[in-house]
Nanobody, 126 residues
Framework: QVQLVESGGGLVQAGGSLRLSCATS????????VGWFRQGPGKEREFIAS????????DYADSMKGRFTISRDNVKNTVYLQMNSLKPEDTAIYYC???????????????????WGQGTRVTVSS
């Protein structure tokens, strides 16, 4: 059974940093990518970044480049999202998800993701 568990969210002041974790289990590592998405209050869910387990190839939404960094630890089966210089508009629930179809080349296509975690809440105060 595939499971994803996010952690690391919380309350942080503007300008601060957080590192989110996504612990994965139940799937062959080389067969998928893991993506991070977020959904802010009253907003649609948006893509942040993804990383392929097999070779570490990363993709980022243009708006997320520079402040957000995705990485993986193959030993711990965990994907991270380092978030720096946080802003109040980064307040959202952050989700990770697995994409077995990442070779199709559409990392921000939600319909290609099949398993999702429960989310972790990030609140950035001004």
């Amino acid at each position: 059974q595939v499971q994803l568990v996010e952690s690391g969210g919380g309350l942080v002041q503007a300008g601060g940093s957080l590192r989110l974790s996504c612990a994965t289990s139940g799937r062959s590592f080389n067969s998928y990518a893991v993506g991070w998405f977020r959904q802010g209050p009253g907003k649609e869910r948006e893509f942040i970044a993804s990383i392929a387990w097999s070779d570490g190839t990363t993709d980022y939404a243009d708006s997320m480049k520079g402040r957000f960094t995705i990485s993986r630890d193959n030993v711990k089966n965990t994907v991270y999202l380092q978030m720096n210089s946080l802003k109040p508009e980064d307040t959202a629930i952050y989700y990770c998800a697995t994409n077995p179809n990442y070779r199709l080349g559409c990392p921000d296509c939600e319909e290609l993701y099949d398993y999702w975690g429960q989310g972790t809440r990030v609140t950035v105060s001004s």
